[in-house]
């Protein structure tokens, strides 16, 4: 069984600072680990995800996310903050081959501060 | 290239009734998911739908059914509707499989229960 939580159900940064969203998985098999994003009203767009190789992966919007195997975490990162990144994200996890469905997060809702 | 579509995007049903929903993939995808997202409980799988055959099940009741069309057009249904199916549900299709090539998540249909 897989499952990941998301520390901090709100986070707020000032435009132009770091945006830091912390993720952290259980998992019986190797993970697989997505980052999504959702703007009110709307579906979940895809901002990243890790498979198998290279640890650190970058995503769209300026967006990247680390692996750490032993510590269990996918933090989700960008470097200067924009008022189009205030929405709600969501880390997920699956455990692939026959496993094919996703396992949510609870979510962040981040805010910009002008 | 079109997304994928869900209609209808509102919807007010009353308790007891039964209603069904409708998900188009983007053209070529065949794998079709289902999550329903509500404040309480998050983003929760239901099913998953590969060439006209369920492929994964979530732990809902069998009030909540589905089925894939050979077009690849997905339908669920939920019967003897309750408050508590009042819900954002969100289609998500994939070409083949979720941990290759990720989702592509539809706008969602707003489910109101009264």
């Known amino acids: 069984a897989q499952s990941v939580t998301q520390l901090g159900s709100h986070v707020s940064v000032s435009e132009g600072a770091l945006v830091l969203l912390r993720c952290n998985y259980s998992?019986?098999?190797?993970?697989?680990l997505f980052w999504y994003v959702q703007y009110p009203n709307q579906g979940l767009q895809l901002l990243l995800k890790y498979t198998t190789g290279a640890t650190l992966v970058k995503g769209i919007n300026g967006f990247e996310a680390e692996f750490k195997k032993s510590e269990t975490s996918f933090h989700l990162t960008k470097p200067s903050a924009h008022m189009s990144d205030a929405a709600e994200y969501f880390c997920a996890v699956s455990g692939g081959g026959l496993d094919e469905k996703l396992t949510f997060g609870t979510g962040t809702r981040l805010t910009i501060i002008p | 290239k079109a997304g994928v579509t869900q209609t209808p995007r509102y919807l007010i049903k009353t308790r007891g009734q039964q209603v069904t929903l409708s998900c188009s993939p983007i053209s070529g995808h065949r794998s079709v998911s289902w999550y329903q997202q509500t404040p309480g409980q998050g983003l929760q799988f239901l099913f998953e739908?590969?060439?006209?055959?369920?492929?994964n099940k979530g732990n809902f009741p069998g009030r909540f059914s589905g089925r894939q069309f050979s077009n690849s057009r997905s339908e669920m249904n939920v019967s003897t509707l309750e408050l508590g199916d009042s819900a954002l549900y969100l289609c998500?299709?994939?070409?083949?499989?979720?941990?290759?090539?990720?989702?592509?998540f539809g706008s969602g249909t707003r489910l109101t229960v009264v």
């Open positions: 998500a299709s994939s070409l083949d499989s979720l941990t290759n090539y990720g989702y592509t």
């Open positions: 998992s019986s098999v190797p993970p697989y």
């Open positions: 739908y590969f060439s006209e055959t369920q492929r």
